[in-house]
């Protein structure tokens, strides 16, 4: 266990809870690779599902992740830019919640440099003819078609921090602590977990 856990100094916390997360991007069987992404639909109240983590630099408040446009979650969020990330690792008995403010990338400069990075294997996700949740006549028709070469259903989610919530169940005790953005820097606050 990584001794930034067991500290007493917010500061620290905020520190290892940030490197935790980046190291997570790069290890495809980190748990917290892929958390689940809560949004908010009017019609049919909350949402969540799995995503992959792609990036993130608690420094800039940046979380990032990869959708079709064409998703639910991608016009939910435009409707309701307010999204939870739930990190969660059984192995280390530990939750993160993440509250962030989402805004959704399509041919600019930011989705284009990310299409760049997507694996071979994976490209064929954003170029279905039809959209994810389409339903399909039988299982052989699964792909829905390919729709040209380019990255016209790509899009980057890309998520301002606003605030995190950090719960630990140690065998030793609980913890739980909580950061928020104030506009100026992080404040940090220790809660009843």
């Not at 935790?20 to 949402?47: E, I, M």
Request: aromatic share 8%; net charge positive; charged share 20%.
């Amino acid at each position: 266990m990584n001794p930034g856990w067991q500290t007493s100094s917010l500061a620290e916390l905020r520190e290892t809870i940030a490197g935790a997360l980046a190291d997570a991007v790069g290890d495809a069987r980190d748990p917290w690779r892929t958390p689940v992404l809560a949004t908010s639909c009017a019609a049919a109240g909350p949402r969540a599902r799995t995503v992959v983590l792609r990036s993130a630099d608690l420094a800039r408040r940046r979380l990032t992740a990869w959708t079709d446009a064409r998703a639910p979650k991608a016009r939910q969020l435009v409707a309701d830019p307010r999204a939870e990330w739930c990190f969660h690792d059984g192995a280390r008995r530990m939750q993160l919640r993440v509250s962030t403010e989402v805004r959704a990338h399509q041919d600019d400069a930011i989705a284009l440099a990310a299409w760049a990075q997507v694996p071979p294997g994976n490209l064929m996700n954003y170029r279905t003819a039809m959209p994810p949740g389409t339903v399909l006549g039988d299982e052989a028709s699964a792909g829905g078609g390919l729709d040209g070469p380019g990255p016209a259903h790509f899009a980057v989610l890309s998520a301002t921090v606003t605030e995190l919530d950090w719960l630990w169940l140690g065998e030793g005790g609980h913890r739980r602590a909580r950061f928020r953005w104030n506009g100026d820097g992080w404040c940090g606050t220790w809660l009843v977990p």
